[in-house]
């Protein structure tokens, strides 16, 4: 038999119920999510991978709101991607609002976006050059008293994470100086910003 890649031995496992969906989330970040979702109409996260926070943000959402997921889902080996075919049925499991999943790295995606946007979840490119892209292309349409929560910005107990790091770096060094936001606080390497 042929060596399988370890993503193709995790689908199969996924598929007949035995692993369940990665995520680099903890479980505090997920209750976070949960907690700012409701009344929230327009939800855009930037970085899918297997859809564990999708699922959350859908789950705790309106009825009447529209999530936006917005990642390339590169193929690999298998010629279809893995996390793309987990997410959408990670995102399945609950039917609240509406969900456009969009296949594009976010700033392919950000020259045709024209609505306001309640709360940005960034979870996405990791370098700091693209951390600031997405910061500063995405949060012009977050509407004012709207969130913005950015991941893996910040070393916690249950996470670490480098000085080196995009979204570390980004907080510390860009929105931190920004007057038009405020850090409202952290959970474990969630930094919760509003855009005033």
């Not at 609950?94 to 940005?120: F, K, Q």
């Amino acid at each position: 038999m042929p060596f399988l890649p370890v993503n193709a031995v995790h689908y199969l496992r996924y598929m007949i119920g035995v692993d369940k969906a990665n995520t680099q989330t903890t479980e505090a970040e997920r209750a976070l999510l949960g907690r700012v979702a409701p009344k929230c109409k327009v939800i855009v996260e930037l970085g899918v991978f297997e859809g564990v926070s999708s699922r959350v943000l859908r789950t705790a959402m309106d009825e009447d709101a529209e999530l936006y997921c917005i990642d390339p889902f590169p193929k690999g080996r298998l010629r279809f991607s893995v996390q793309r075919s987990i997410s959408m049925r990670e995102i399945a499991k609950c039917r609240n609002g509406e969900v456009h999943m969009l296949r594009y790295h976010s700033y392919e995606a950000v020259p045709n976006w024209t609505r306001d946007i309640d709360l940005l979840y960034m979870d996405g490119d990791h370098s700091f050059e693209g951390s600031c892209r997405d910061f500063s292309q995405w949060t012009q349409f977050v509407r004012s008293g709207g969130l913005i929560l950015i991941h893996t910005s910040r070393s916690s107990p249950n996470k670490f994470v480098p000085d080196t790091c995009g979204p570390l770096r980004l907080v510390n060094e860009v929105v931190t100086q920004d007057i038009g936001f405020r850090i409202d606080g952290y959970i474990d390497s969630m930094a919760i910003v509003e855009k005033l």
